[in-house]
């Protein structure tokens, strides 16, 4: 897929995957009316809606996570409501956004609540990734080996009995 789509370059981006028979991932900030603006223009240019995946974006800790888990909540039950702007993939940089965070990289001068360094940012890439996960999301990109096989568990335990 070719990315990140934004309303200032999706000009670029679609006609290239139009020629190349890509996928394109669509990145609006967190925001659903934004998220289905840029569909919309994305479609308009002839590009089939299947081929959209939409990044909502991502905050990675406390509000920004809350936040982010409320827009995709409504991007999704839009979708469920036949809204078909709303109705693509979603995928979450949830990696890049938990190791940007202060507070999974910082060494010295953090509360002990923090919990070690070594666990801290694992920590919070694994429960971004779970709650987003929760909240509609079709595809997460993490950057920890040992949270892949973490958020793989939780998935294969919410699986178990469908």
Known sequence: ALGLCEDKNYRTIVAA??????????????DVNLAKQLNILISDMGLALERVLM???T???GYGVEYTYSVMER???????GD???????????????WRQKEARAAEGVPAAW????????????????ALLHSGADVVVL?????????????????EGA
Do not use: F, K, Y
Not at 75 to 81: D, E, I, K, P, V
Not at 117 to 122: D, H, Q, W
């Open 84 to 98: 078909t702007m709303t109705q693509q993939p979603m995928i979450c940089t949830v990696g890049e956004e938990a």
């Open 17 to 30: 995957a139009l020629g190349n028979g890509h996928l394109v991932v669509g990145q609006t900030p967190i």
């Open 143 to 159: 950057r920890h080996p040992r949270s892949i096989g973490v958020v793989r568990d939780a998935v294969d335990a919410l699986m």
């Open 55 to 57: 990044d909502p974006n």
């Open 115 to 130: 919990g070690e360094l070594a666990t801290r940012g694992l920590t919070w890439e694994v429960t971004t990734a779970t």
């Open 75 to 81: 991007l999704r039950l839009a979708a469920l409501m």
């Open 59 to 61: 905050g990675a800790l």
